[in-house]
């Protein structure tokens, strides 16, 4: 028989009795549907009733307790034995006590005497009604509870273990703690010496935005069956995985004897990948180096959460220092400073840029953060800084970051590592380069003016660092810009212009050599000479010679 919650919500009578005239007239004669009855049927013997009784499911049954074959009582116990569970009213024509008693025992709502009268029915099936509906009603809200039980399994499971993870354990809590874990069937754990991994999506809210919760809720739910899958068929170990109040998935693998922790370093490496593939997004992974017990999960889930803030700060490539260039063309570390990096997004290509900020992870170490949020607002920090240099030094006259700060922090902050990160930085020095292009000179106006002043001024001791003083900028950029310009670096062209007026003079008998070795910059006259060689082939006095002045 099924069950009362099965049945459809009408409610069906069966009547039984051999008698075809009382049979009918119970069918019939009576207000049924008055009584709240919607369909009545009928059966002449038992074994009809039965077969009846377990197609069409009726609420009630109306039977006569002697019939051939099969007695009213016999159909009863074959009614119980089926697992019917409807309500049951005998009908008799004998006053027979021991008939009543048996039909009671198996749980006869009602026992009338033939022949019935319309008001005894009529109560006896409002009894039987009601009593079927308070049934139906305990069923109901027992079926209620219990699967409102079993769905809150998992959530109390979830707030259990995140009290474990996320708080130091009382030993006020103890008994409290080890009663939930029987019931919750994770009794292992304290017998176990646990490791936790900690599962992070990266940046989860540029990926899953901040407009609709439930987008993020559904991307972490599948983050949590993907890899509750890929640890149902590959892990050799017990485990038990949960979401954690910052978002993220924590698995804690129990210590076997056999296998013990070899490896959870590998499983949780090979599930950050698939997950990561099935789902379009990237995956880190914080493992802690140690196990510890149910009462030192606290400290051991906050080493591997360590772990996983670490690795979002460091980046792919921490600890491997690049070697920087060698020569006088090296530009050294273009992110050390505010005022270089301005210059760069002047007068520097696109590509300049982006090779530039290659550097960034380099600056990050520099700045020793250890955790993302820290590593978010050093980095809203800088670019500020950098903005509020380009204003100053270059004439920059953008200005919505600082009339609204806030929007530029609250981008930066959906992003949570260096790679992430690395990533913006060169998108918002990008875009203000462009800006400032376009409000500024050209960088080939600072080259010109810079060798205006070399024109001017080359009988000086002029340096790199004097003329880069008067064109305001550093000195590592002019050497850069005159490279890109001129394809002669500073040194030589200043040698150039020097050696140009030095022929000029030699052409003047008036002067001697010496005098023009001084006259255009040089107290040494031998270095003088070499330097002239180089440029023209010759020394001065050949030079001067060819010319047709043998005069020295």
């Known amino acids: 028989m099924r069950n009362r919650q099965e049945r459809e919500t009408m409610v ?14 119970l069918v019939t004669q009576l207000p049924w549907a008055e009584w709240g009855v919607d369909e009545v049927s ?54 027979d006590f021991h008939y009543a008693k048996d039909a009671f025992k198996m749980g006869v709502s009602d026992y009338l005497l033939k022949p019935i009268s319309k008001d005894e029915l009529s109560k006896a099936v409002a009894f039987a009604l009601q009593r079927m509906r308070e049934r139906q009603a305990l069923e109901q809200n027992r079926s209620m509870v219990q699967q409102g039980y079993e769905s809150a399994i998992p959530k109390i499971r979830e707030e259990l273990l995140r009290e474990l993870t996320e708080q130091p354990y009382r030993d006020s809590q103890a008994l409290r703690i080890e009663h939930k874990l029987e019931q919750l069937k994770l009794s292992w754990l304290l017998q176990s010496r646990l490791r936790p991994v900690v599962f992070g999506i990266d940046s989860l809210k540029a990926i899953a935005g901040t407009e609709s919760p439930s987008d993020k809720d559904a991307l972490l739910a599948a983050m949590g069956e993907r890899l509750e899958l890929i640890f149902q068929e590959k892990s050799p170990i017990r485990y038990v995985l949960f979401r954690s109040r910052t978002d993220d998935w924590i698995a804690l693998f129990g210590e076997d004897e056999g296998n013990g922790f070899a490896d959870v370093d590998a499983l949780s490496a090979e599930a950050c990948a698939k997950v990561s593939e099935m789902l379009h997004i990237r995956i880190s992974r ?41 020569g006088d063309e090296r530009l050294g570390d273009p992110l050390s400073s505010a005022k270089g990096i301005v210059e760069l997004m002047k007068y520097g290509t696109q590509q300049d840029v982006r090779e530039a ?67 913006q930085v060169i998108d918002q020095l990008l875009k203000a380069s462009e800006s400032i292009k376009v409000q500024s000179d050209s960088r080939s106006q600072i080259v010109h003016e810079a060798m205006r002043i ?3 001024r080359f009988q000086e001791n002029l340096t790199l660092q004097t003329v880069a003083e008067q064109v305001h900028v550093t000195p590592v950029w002019l050497s850069k810009l005159f490279k890109k310009e001129t394809e002669m670096n500073f040194l030589e062209f200043i040698t150039d212009v020097r050696m140009q007026k030095a022929a000029e003079l030699l052409s003047d008998l008036t002067y001697k050599v010496y005098q ?28 001067r010679n060819s010319r047709g002045n043998q005069h020295a």
């Open 286 to 326: 914080g493992c802690a180096d140690e196990s510890g017990t149910v009462r030192e999960l606290y400290e051991v889930c906050r080493r591997a959460v360590e772990r996983l803030a670490h690795y979002k700060v460091r980046g792919i490539s921490a600890g491997s220092d690049e070697e920087e260039p060698d």
């Open 454 to 456: 070399i024109k001017q």
């Open 42 to 95: 009928d059966a002449d013997d038992g074994d009809t009733a039965l077969e009846l009784a377990r197609r069409c499911r009726p609420d009630l049954i109306v039977t006569d307790i002697r019939m051939p074959r099969m007695s009213g009582l016999q159909l009863i116990e074959e009614l119980v034995r089926a697992g019917y569970d409807g309500s049951l009213i005998v009908i008799s024509g004998y006053d």
């Open 357 to 423: 900020l290659g550097g960034f992870p380099k600056l990050v170490k520099s700045w020793n953060v250890r955790h993302p949020k820290d590593l978010q607002q050093r980095t809203f920090e800088w670019l500020l800084d950098v903005f509020r240099t380009a204003q100053r030094t270059a004439g920059w006259r953008e200005n919505a970051w600082e009339r609204n700060p806030i929007v530029l922090w609250e981008h930066l902050e959906r992003f949570d590592t260096l790679e992430s990160l690395q990533q």
């Open 516 to 543: 023009i070795s001084f006259l255009v910059g040089y107290q040494d006259p031998v270095h003088f000479s070499k330097l002239f060689k180089r440029k023209y082939g010759c020394t001065p006095q050949e030079y």
């Open 12 to 25: 069906r009578v069966l009547v039984v009795d051999d008698e075809k005239e009382i049979r009918k007239g």
